[in-house]
């Protein structure tokens, strides 16, 4: 079975520092991984998505993930917070052999102060 | 301008009565979705369907009932057998049905709350 983990609930960082979101996921096979931000009261947004090209993924807004496969883990990073990327973020897998199920992760609540 | 909408944005029933959402896309999208997102739970998924016609359940599809009669639509109707319905509610659309890797696309939601 697919699963998702988040290892922080909240992370809070102050402008201008670099962000780390965690993310590990159990996959059968081969999976492709996502990373989403919500802000409140809004739909989700992609951020970048890996399915399986090249492992450092770029994305929207200077955020990048790594795909690591030996440690099963897919971080968000952003070299220089701003004020605007508060907001959750999710990390989603999907693996072809559950056909359409993304399992989403429980979320990281990203605050950047001032 | 392409996109998914979902109406109404805010919603208030009572106890005991059904409630209909709505979810519109004009993206031409083959999949549609319909999650549920409660505090600290991440989004867990209701129903979806790949084609018209068609819908299969999701993991928590107990209480709700959907169709699929137009590739645009999909509504989701939260009946009076949805024990906690109140929740934040989100449509979402794939481009392809039977795709892992294609990431799927979302509305801005309908918060439903149920006295």
């Known amino acids: 079975a697919q699963s998702v983990t988040q290892l922080d609930s909240h992370v809070s960082v102050s402008e201008g520092t670099p962000v780390l979101l965690r993310c590990n996921y159990s996959?059968?096979?081969?999976?492709?991984l996502f990373w989403y931000v919500q802000h409140p009261n809004k739909g989700l947004q992609l951020l970048l998505k890996y399915t399986s090209a090249a492992t450092l993924v770029k994305g929207i807004n200077g955020f990048e993930a790594e795909f690591k496969k030996s440690e099963t883990s897919f971080h968000l990073t952003k070299p220089s917070a701003h004020m605007s990327d508060a907001a959750e973020y999710f990390c989603?897998?999907?693996?072809?052999?559950?056909?359409?199920?993304?399992?989403f992760g429980p979320g990281t609540r990203l605050s950047v102060l001032p | 301008d392409g996109g998914i909408t979902q109406s109404p944005k805010y919603l208030f029933r009572k106890e005991g009565q059904n409630v209909t959402l709505s979810c519109e896309q004009n993206?031409?999208?083959?999949?549609m979705y319909w999650y549920r997102q409660d505090p600290g739970q991440g989004l867990r998924l209701i129903y979806y369907s790949q084609i018209v016609n068609d819908f299969q359940k999701g993991d928590i599809a107990e209480g709700y009932s959907v169709s699929r009669e137009k590739k645009e639509s999909f509504p989701l109707t939260v009946t009076s057998a949805q024990k906690n319905p109140t929740a934040f509610y989100l449509c979402?659309?794939?481009?392809?049905?039977?795709?892992?890797?294609?990431?799927?696309?979302f509305g801005n939601g309908t918060r439903l709350t149920v006295t």
């Open positions: 996959s059968s096979y081969s999976p492709s």
């Open positions: 993206l031409n999208h083959d999949a």
């Open positions: 979402a659309t794939n481009r392809r049905r039977d795709s892992n890797n294609s990431p799927l696309h």
């Open positions: 989603v897998v999907s693996d072809r052999n559950y056909g359409q199920n993304f399992v």
